[in-house]
């Protein structure tokens, strides 16, 4: 059975900073990217950034660039999503999620994602 538990979500002030852990078991961690999506109050789930099995590529939404960063830690079976210089427009529930395909492509579909957490708050106070 393949479980993703999030975790790192809270309340914090524009300009500060959150980083979100997606621990995942029941599934090789090392050959499958990784997503984070969120989804916000009356607005459907958006893509947020992904991160190749290999660790060597990155997808950010463009909103995104240059604040958030993705990460793994394969030996954790751990993704990351660092989430610096907050703002009041990115609170939303933060999910991750790991892709349908092993040794697959980046991808910020949700639907080439399998498997999802069961999401955290992030709420950025302006």
């Known amino acids: 059975q393949v479980q993703l538990v999030e975790s790192g979500g809270g309340l914090v002030q524009a300009g500060g900073s959150l980083r979100l852990s997606c621990a995942v078991s029941?599934?090789?961690?090392?050959?499958?990217?990784m997503g984070w999506f969120r989804q916000a109050p009356g607005k459907e789930r958006e893509f947020v950034a992904a991160?190749?099995?290999?660790?060597?590529?990155?997808d950010y939404t463009d909103s995104v660039k240059g604040r958030f960063t993705i990460s793994r830690d394969n030996a954790k079976n751990t993704v990351y999503l660092q989430m610096n210089s907050l703002k009041p427009a990115v609170t939303a529930v933060y999910y991750c999620?790991?892709?349908?395909?092993?040794?697959?492509?980046?991808?910020?579909?949700?639907?080439?994602?399998?498997?999802w957490g069961q999401g955290t708050q992030v709420t950025v106070s302006s």
């Open positions: 991160i190749h099995w290999t660790d060597t590529r990155t």
């Open positions: 029941g599934r090789p961690f090392s050959v499958y990217g």
């Open positions: 999620a790991v892709m349908r395909t092993a040794w697959g492509p980046l991808s910020d579909r949700s639907s080439e994602y399998q498997y």
